[in-house]
T-cell receptor, first 113, second 111 residues
């Protein structure tokens, strides 16, 4: 149980385009999901907390207009990186909360050319 | 505020040897503590968690951790390392709300 999927697993895009990443809880409902960013050889950095049916809460220093988060259902949250630039290239990981535990997706490798 | 310190960014053991990965936490409230494992280019997999029940917690793949309040520690152990245990390990404090991660420990298992 407690499986979280992400799609796509890998995406390459041109600078200036937008990219959408999906995060789904497959076997449980998650009112809260989280989006993280991980740089090479580093720990996870929380970007935002996504609550179903309400606006996401962004961490300090994270641009909400650049990283759009939508949590339209109890099993799906999306992260859209708008007008992507090479510095947005990173590994993005989502998690979904089931009671007191976060379960993580497999991650999405974004490369912006 | 909560924080986690993982001592040793890299740990190397021989196959069959004891694995010990250290984690110390700081929390103003009774903590929930977690160990996650990350294989290259993958997400995090939950190994085990402490949520104020038994202080010795058993997880998947033969790992266990002991919560020691007096030492503010939650070290991860495994009696006998296997090659497949080579990965990055993260200790985290928090829970359903925000998780605060340690900087991770890269475990290398040698023949």
């Amino acid at each position: 149980g407690a499986v979280v999927s992400q799609h796509p697993s890998r995406v390459i895009c041109k600078s200036g385009t937008s990219v959408k990443i999906e995060c789904r809880s497959l076997d449980f409902q998650a009112t809260t999901m989280f989006w993280y960013r991980q740089f090479p050889k580093q720990s996870l950095m929380l970007m935002a907390t996504s609550n179903e049916g309400s606006k996401a809460t962004y961490e300090q220093g994270v641009e909400k207009d650049k990283f759009l988060i939508n949590h339209a259902s109890l099993t799906l949250s999306t992260l859209t990186v708008t007008s992507a630039h090479p510095e947005d290239s990173s590994f993005y990981i989502c998690s979904a909360r089931d009671r007191d535990t976060q379960y993580f997706g497999p991650g999405t490798r974004l490369t912006v050319l | 505020a909560q924080s986690v310190t993982q001592l040793g960014s890299h740990v190397s053991v021989s196959e069959g040897a004891l694995v010990l990965l250290r984690c110390n936490y700081s929390s103003s409230v009774p903590p929930y503590l977690f160990w996650y494992v990350q294989y290259p280019n993958q997400g995090l997999q939950l190994l085990l968690k402490y949520t104020s029940a038994a202080t010795l917690v058993k997880g998947i793949n033969g790992f266990e951790a002991e919560f020691k309040k007096s030492e503010t520690s939650f070290h991860l152990t495994k009696p006998s390392a296997h090659m497949s245990d080579a990965a990055e390990y993260f200790c985290a404090v928090g829970g359903g709300n925000k998780l605060t991660f340690g900087t991770g420990t890269q475990l290398k298992v040698e023949l």
